[in-house]
């Protein structure tokens, strides 16, 4: 086995790294606190704060009248992450509601094209599965959660499948066009584990859904996007009719008719506030390119699987994110029986901020615009100190509903 890569070559890496300019452009109030949490929450870049300000000053200075740029925001944001992340046509993204929200909405227009059942994996997201389960049964539809996503797409009466592009405990991804294509169902992607770290293709893809305080650094709530391929869009209409999504909005009319294109997926009155937060973001992910921030990613979970392997495995961990890039999203995932107090003692004594999934697992989120490899490697040396001296013994252990 060749050796890992020392701290100098880390520190190589931050130099010759194309993409090391942005990391000026995040706060980083502490040094000495490392911040391998992307993947559940992004870090908050200056520019964001920024129009963050401009925004209230608006609300302040134009009050309603704001709304005259404000009503745009949906459709203006969506189709600058069709064209940013998405690999999608103007017209086909909207940034609006929750994931869970739009899945509903999109799994529900979904079962009025095809007859059959609704299928999903059984690792998939919580909240996909809940509410592919509750859309099932309100449609009086079989409800299939797959062994795996092999069996899912095997699933010979399926209507809808769903399926994450990136998984969130193991971060193994999907190749997104090859499984669409594997199937006569329609797809459903969520798209939440790898929008803004990994390259997205929707291309022909039917129908997707996907977070932004993730990788593309919105902040906390910040509004969730949908896609619906244009050949679908005047087929499908929303099973939640708000206002927003009416053809003629101020015609106050007694019935509900949905407006043309993605905009009849709009419900009701957008989150302005987060809407902006998510356009000023997406301004450092076009600077960036999504191919580098891929590339990035791809070197820096690369040389923490290198170093887990060197200093790890005879620690009792266990990696269960793929090996190969295209493979992996931009977060690793160990196993280990004692994942919890581990974790807790990384936050806690060490200074590491990670995370724990049930049972066993402690991820490590690589945020690619504002992580150094110096950061990275010092998190895997900080997690083989700790659990080598045993110090993640004695930690509080009670449970905690944010893990």
């Known amino acids: 086995m060749t050796a890992p890569p020392d701290r100098r070559a880390a520190a190589a890496l931050d130099a010759g790294d194309p993409l090391t300019s942005f990391r000026s452009r995040f706060p980083h109030p502490d040094p000495a606190r490392l911040y391998l949490d992307g993947n559940s929450l992004g870090p908050m870049a200056r520019g964001v704060e920024e129009r963050m300000h401009a925004t209230i000053e608006a609300w302040r200075d134009d009050q309603v009248e704001g709304w005259a740029d404000w009503v745009a925001l949906p459709t203006r944001v969506g189709d600058r992450l069709a064209q940013t992340c998405l690999g999608a046509r103007p017209g086909e993204v909207l940034a609006t509601d929750s994931v869970t929200v739009n899945l509903f ?203 887990a392997d060197a200093w790890l495995e005879g620690l009792g961990f266990e990696l269960v994110t793929p090996r190969e890039p295209g493979e992996r999203g931009a977060h690793i995932a160990l196993r280990h029986p004692e994942a919890w107090p581990i974790c807790r003692a990384l936050i806690e004594r060490e200074r590491v901020i990670v995370d724990f999934r049930q049972p066993d697992i402690l991820r490590m989120g690589f945020s690619p615009l504002a992580t150094s490899f110096v950061e990275a490697w010092d998190a895997i040396d900080r997690l083989r100190r700790l659990v080598t001296a045993g110090d993640h013994r004695g930690v509080d252990t009670s449970a905690r509903r944010i893990t």
């Open 105 to 307: 909405k999109l799994a529900h227009a979904s079962l009025d094209l095809r007859d059959g059942a609704v299928v999903t994996d059984a690792a998939n997201f919580p909240t996909d599965r809940y509410v592919l389960a509750a859309v099932a049964a309100s449609r009086g539809r079989r409800f299939v959660l797959a062994g795996s996503v092999t069996e899912a797409l095997a699933v010979p009466d399926a209507a809808l499948v769903c399926l994450s592009h990136v998984d969130y405990r193991s971060g193994r991804r999907l190749d997104l066009p090859a499984v669409t294509r594997a199937t006569d169902a329609m797809v459903l992607w969520d798209l939440s584990h790898s929008v803004g770290a990994v390259s997205v293709d929707l291309g022909r893809a039917d129908l997707a859904v996907g977070c932004t305080y993730k990788y593309l650094n919105a902040g906390p709530g910040a509004p969730a996007f949908l896609y619906v391929r244009h050949e679908l869009q005047d087929s499908l209409v929303s099973p939640i009719q708000g206002w927003f999504g009416q053809r003629d909005q101020f015609a106050m009319g007694p019935t509900y008719e949905p407006a043309d294109g993605i905009e009849r997926f709009m419900a009701g009155t957008p989150p302005i506030l987060g809407l902006a937060a998510l356009d000023a973001s997406l301004e450092l992910v076009a600077d960036a390119g999504i191919a580098a921030i891929e590339r990035k990613a791809a070197a820096l979970t690369g040389m923490a699987i290198e170093l």
